[in-house]
């Protein structure tokens, strides 16, 4: 029976290295969930709200992502991604408050076929870091609604620091 527990001690370890090798180690920071590869990684946190997606109740949250890429400019990236397709042109309106501030509007580029909304920046994701609430607002359209997301950003500043360390970069 011992060597049957450490021939599975063996295989997880060797699977772990394998996964360190191929620079696509997953780990999770507390709720972020962050992913890292070759000067590139991405940090998944899910929102504390859900939407619904059509005319079925099918409740999701959107998740916040936070990446750099090394070889893009700008390094930094900041995405919300969504079930339901965001129908608009190239650029959305999106209101933004930060803990119990002040809301201020943005636009924001459509991503992923209209499923994500992104703005690239040091500026924009370092902002999230003096935060603790990220609260978003966005039109799915004209006759959609409001879709809104509501993020508790605990341990930002670690993952900023982990995602720039993969990356080979400054924390925004």
Not at 86 to 112: C, K, M, T, Y
Request: net charge positive; proline share 2%; hydrophobic share 45%.
């Amino acid at each position: 029976m011992r060597s049957k527990s450490v021939g599975l001690a063996l295989v997880a370890v060797l699977v772990a290295v394998l996964i360190s090798a191929d620079g696509a180690a997953a780990q999770q920071a507390g709720r972020w969930k962050i992913s890292a590869g070759r000067d590139a990684a991405t940090a998944t946190l899910y929102s504390l709200n859900t939407l619904t997606a059509g005319t079925r109740t099918i409740d999701y949250h959107p998740a916040l992502v936070l990446s750099c890429e090394a070889r893009r400019y700008p390094v930094w990236r900041q995405a919300v991604v969504v079930r339901q397709t965001i129908s608009g042109e190239d650029r959305i309106g999106v209101s933004i408050r930060l803990d119990n501030g002040g809301a201020f509007n943005e636009q924001w580029v459509l991503a992923q076929k209209g499923r994500a909304l992104q703005t690239d920046g040091d500026e924009q994701v370092a902002r999230l870091s003096r935060a603790r609430r990220l609260h978003l607002s966005w039109r799915f359209g004209v006759f959609s609604g409001r879709g809104e997301a509501v993020f508790d950003l605990a341990g930002i500043t670690d993952t900023l620091a982990q995602l720039a360390q993969a990356c080979g970069t400054d924390v925004p």
